[in-house]
């Protein structure tokens, strides 16, 4: 068994075919199909089950893939190790993030704190899913909201503040919402799950939820800020997705007074991630530069 064998495989998993992983790897099929069949040899056990339409892991493969991941992670941390006696870090780093914040302000910083640690190799997949961070071999994620409970580890990096808003055509037409039990009455464009179970607002210091309704309903901010731009009705979302739309005016904020709860900004990482050198900095990076 070679060290090479246990990333390809790791490769293969998280791609889901060996063309995927091959193409990630800049290997030739013909080579990860080899190098699996040789894992596969030395272990004396089924991993991969392949057919023309699909790829599985065995229950075995997916025990090995578990092991696996921690041994390129002792690895990593080993060469990391090293590198910081040369005050440099080093090494590949998978990092998840939220599509409009992480475009809107992680791009730039990243691209700051790779100029500052040009030896970090960084992978980053933008997406509002929920991603699996240890069973997709991510080293860490950025989420919003409330965590679910896990074995991850996890970091807050702020809060994000959030409006209710809507464009001045709508507002003229349907007229302005002056306490929260308006919102019955007018057309609301809904993110996400909290679509389904409505908007939670302070009202006079105390939390309540009410429910809400309206013509679209989307995982995606942007998409419903447009709409709101576009007169379709009222819309709560965070300032870094409508900011410059209240700059120009575009959008206008309703029900001040209510103060929609805040989202939560944290950072999670595997428990055994924990000594890794750059989570560590990456973490105190975005810290210090959210806060500004």
């Known amino acids: 068994m070679q060290i090479e064998d246990l990333r390809i495989y790791v490769a293969v998993i998280n791609a ?3 063309t ?3 193409e990630q790897l800049l290997l030739s099929k013909q080579y990860v199909s080899r190098r699996m069949a040789a894992l596969e040899a030395s272990l004396g056990a089924r991993l991969l089950v392949r057919n ?3 790829l599985s892991v ?3 493969g997916q025990t090995f893939a578990q092991h696996a991941l921690k041994i390129l992670d002792n690895i990593q941390e080993a060469e990391q190790s090293v590198s910081e006696h040369r005050r440099e870090l080093h090494g590949t780093f998978r990092l998840s993030m939220p599509m409009s914040f992480g475009m809107s302000h992680l791009s730039p ?3 700051t704190f790779l100029a500052r640690h040009p030896a970090v190799q960084l992978h980053t997949e933008l997406a509002d899913r929920y991603v699996d961070v240890i069973g997709e071999g991510f080293d860490m994620a950025i989420r919003i909201g409330t965590l679910a409970d896990s ?3 996890a970091r807050r990096l702020g809060e994000l503040k959030r409006v209710i808003c809507a ?3 709508y507002l003229q037409r349907a007229g302005i919402p002056q306490v929260a039990e308006d919102l019955q009455h007018h057309a609301c464009l809904r993110f996400g799950r909290e679509g389904q179970y409505g908007w939670e607002l302070n009202v006079e210091g105390k939390t309540k939820v009410f429910a809400v309704c309206g013509p679209m309903q989307s995982n995606n901010g942007e998409v419903l800020r447009d709409a709101a731009v576009a007169g379709l009705g009222l819309v709560l979302l965070p300032e870094f997705i409508v900011g410059e739309a209240l700059k120009r005016g575009d959008l206008v904020t309703v029900l001040d007074a209510c103060h929609p709860s805040s989202l939560t900004l944290s950072a999670v990482y595997p428990q055994h991630r924990q000594q890794s050198e750059t989570i560590r900095v990456l973490i105190d ?3 210090a530069e959210l806060g500004r």
């Open 58 to 60: 065995t229950d075995a």
């Open 20 to 22: 995927a992983a091959a």
């Open 151 to 153: 074995t991850l580890m």
């Open 285 to 287: 990076f975005l810290l």
């Open 52 to 54: 023309t339409r699909k």
């Open 16 to 18: 889901g075919s060996f």
């Open 109 to 111: 910083l990243l691209a």
């Open 167 to 169: 464009s001045p055509a």
